[in-house]
């Protein structure tokens, strides 16, 4: 059974830093590539940045310069450290699992970024 548990949202002040861990198992997570969505209410799911097998990183342009992923297959956990949170950065944030046609989600957890 797949299960990607996310952790480390909450509630910050603009400006400040919030570090979003999720945990995988039931996939052959080192060969997986990992990325962290978000929705925001009312707007569509969007990628927010992404890690592949081979350890290449992708950004929206939103968030480059102030977030970044990481991956440690050992603990089979990517961490999404972000800084110089906006209010604009609020909204559920997932981890997603992918290899070849298959992609798991995890359950989501909330940032909100008060100005």
């Known amino acids: 059974q797949v299960q990607l548990v996310e952790s480390g949202g909450g509630l910050v002040q603009a400006g400040g830093s919030l570090r979003l861990s999720c945990t995988a198992s039931?996939?052959?997570?080192?060969?997986?590539?990992m990325g962290w969505y978000r929705q925001a209410p009312g707007k569509q799911r969007e990628l927010v940045a992404d890690i592949s097998s081979g350890y290449s990183t992708n950004y929206a342009d939103s968030v480059k310069g102030r977030f970044t992923i990481s991956r440690d297959n050992a603990k089979n956990t990517v961490t999404l450290q972000m800084n110089s949170l906006k209010p604009e950065d609020t909204a559920v944030y997932y981890c997603?699992?992918?290899?070849?046609?298959?992609?798991?989600w995890g359950q989501g957890t909330q940032v909100t970024v008060s100005s």
């Open positions: 997603k699992a992918s290899r070849y046609s298959s992609a798991y």
């Open positions: 039931g996939i052959m997570f080192s060969f997986s590539t």
